[in-house]
């Protein structure tokens, strides 16, 4: 497409920069602050746009294995049979359509989220449900960090590769 | 882990619980919020001023001022019939919805109690419930400082990498010398009406805390994340017992102190918005937090300041307690996990709603959940 995604966006952003920033009074520090953070998402937002469906099907993926998981740690239940239904609707999604995707995976997280507040509920978690639960989270609090890098927050952004590493 | 004790889900702190309430209700039917004008700011002051009985008012020299995550806030001079001189002062107001839903009064009650026994700003007015401000708000003298050496020039957010170059030994020996004082504040005698302590030789001090970040999560879901509902499972099971209640800050890190150039010298400790009474374990875990932390080689320096074996050992020389290294790396869960909620909860809500007046802000703050989500699940596995 011309002018492309990147292009626009690359566009806005010098915009802001050489053209916004420099008129607004240094005495307005909300208003310059802002200028600067929207210079910031933007350069991140140009690093994640073209990956953003792939890193929505990780994590969907992801949630698919621990609700397997899951389930096997689960009584007979509706919060099962609930939790097989949307693994089996997971067959037929559309993994092309953003939308879809992020809905699928909301749903399917409310559904984690029920199995692990009421699996053995009173009693301690099972040791094989924490071990899942947390090779999920370890995985997924990765992929987050790679993925929100741009923000230059992250103490441990030395050991963390380029986005694209995530879906090769 | 040891058994699985869920507690009372509803024990919270009376005035947390009214304000978590009031968040509801506020937000329900509420529009996009507008940073306020000047002119509205100067109307609402004088409106609070003329109902605290003060005459021939004048508000000159607004100014918005930035820093921070949640509150609006300004400086002004104010002018009245009473006063000799005009007296620069400084309006903390809340928005719709900010990063944290908290009491302007709670914080009103801590900078009174604590005047004189730390360097706090001293409280002159209060909106408790944002009858004369449209929203509350806290009115405090305007206190002179830097939150971060004007030399640095790098743009920080909400005090995150700061590094205080060549006053670092002098801001560390304060930072941690202050912390201790706070710690041997007696609370007791103080007037705290709008606090609620946790019993002395229970788990009620870190199980108020869970419930209080869990019904926060719970309010302003965006999105499940399994790794935070594990979390509060796991924090539950291994609350440790508490048992002798402190005044923690609740947000004791860079970027929440001034002090004055070039001496270094601390003017204020600010934000006191998330103190509570609890376990001194508490402040020391959130201290020691990595994000809010600066690298130096291998080490992450607690607040920019110093190593985290030198914070802790330096606590226990000036305040005379023993760390249990348990207590503290429960907290560490428990703050890892607290924050992340505030990230991916309370953070995206407000932001997606608009309820702000820094919505870009809190799209950047959550930013951080994944940093705090990635502590969380090292630390739970650690104490497997």
């Known amino acids: 497409m011309l002018p492309d995604i990147d292009l626009r966006l690359e566009t806005i952003s010098t915009t802001l920069r050489d053209i916004v920033l420099p008129v607004v009074p240094m005495d307005e520090s909300l208003a ?29 993926d992801a949630q698919r294995t621990l609700a397997r998981e899951l389930i096997g740690a689960l009584d007979e239940s509706a919060l099962r049979a609930a939790l097989d239904a949307a693994l089996r609707s997971g067959e037929t999604l559309d ?45 997924e609090a990765w992929r987050y960090r790679v993925w929100f890098q741009g923000a230059g927050v992250d103490p441990d952004r030395a050991e963390l590769p380029e986005i694209a590493a995530l879906f090769a | 882990m040891n058994g699985f004790h869920t507690g009372d889900r509803d024990d919270l702190e009376p005035r947390i619980a009214e304000i978590l309430a009031r968040k509801l209700r506020v937000r329900q039917g509420a529009g996009p919020y507008l940073p306020r004008t000047n002119a509205q700011v100067r ?31 300004f400086a002004f001079a104010l002018s009245h019939a009473g006063a000799e001189h005009p007296e620069k002062l400084v309006l903390r107001m809340d928005p719709t919805m900010g990063v944290v839903e908290t009491c302007r009064a709670r914080e009103a009650q801590i900078l009174a109690a604590l005047a004189g026994v730390l360097p706090v700003p001293p409280v002159r007015y209060v909106d408790r419930d944002g009858v004369h401000l449209g929203q509350p708000g806290l009115v405090t003298s305007f206190v002179s400082g830097v939150t971060k050496p004007t030399t640095m020039s790098r743009q920080t957010v909400s005090g995150v990498g700061i590094d205080y170059g060549a006053l670092t030994p002098v801001i560390a020996a304060q930072f941690v010398a202050n912390l201790a004082r706070l710690h041997a504040f007696d609370w007791r005698g103080a007037a705290l009406p709008d606090f609620a302590a946790p019993a ?19 309010q302003d879901l965006v999105e499940p994340q399994p790794v935070i509902t594990f979390a509060e499972r796991w924090l539950r099971e291994n609350a440790p017992v508490c048992d002798a209640p402190v005044l923690v800050h609740g947000d004791y890190r860079a970027g929440n102190f001034m002090f004055a150039e070039p001496a270094g010298e601390f003017t ?51 305040s005379g307690r023993r760390i249990d290294p348990r207590v503290f790396h429960y907290y560490e869960v428990l703050n890892a996990w607290k924050c992340a909620v505030l990230d991916l909860s309370t953070s995206c809500h407000a932001a997606a709603a608009g309820l702000s007046h820094q919505d870009l802000v809190l799209a950047w703050v959550a930013i951080t959940g994944a940093v705090f989500m990635d502590q969380i699940v090292k630390l739970i596995e650690e104490a497997r």
């Open chain 2, 268 to 318: 204020a400790v600010l934000d006191w918005e998330l103190a509570h009474l609890g376990d001194f374990h508490d402040d020391l875990a959130w201290s020691a937090q990595k994000l809010f932390g600066s690298r130096v080689g291998d080490d992450i320096l607690v607040s920019g300041l110093m190593t985290r074996a030198e914070f802790l050992a330096a606590y226990e020389a000036a």
């Open chain 2, 43 to 73: 109307e609402q002051l004088a409106r609070l001023f003329a109902a605290r009985g003060l005459r021939d008012i004048a508000i000159d020299g607004l100014t918005r001022m930035t820093g921070g995550a949640s509150k609006e806030q």
């Open chain 1, 32 to 60: 310059r602050e802002h200028v600067q953070l929207m210079i910031a998402h933007l350069a991140m937002i140009k690093a994640q746009w073209k990956h953003a469906l792939a890193f929505e099907l990780g994590t969907y």
């Open chain 2, 200 to 218: 002395p030789g229970t788990r009620q001090a870190a199980l108020r805390q869970v419930n209080w970040w869990a019904r926060v999560w719970e």
């Open chain 1, 95 to 139: 993994r092309s359509d953003y939308e879809a995707v992020n809905r699928a995976l909301k749903t399917l997280a409310a559904l984690l989220d029920r199995a692990i507040l009421e699996h053995n509920a009173g009693a301690a978690v099972e040791p094989r449900l924490a071990a899942a639960v947390l090779a999920y989270g370890k995985r």
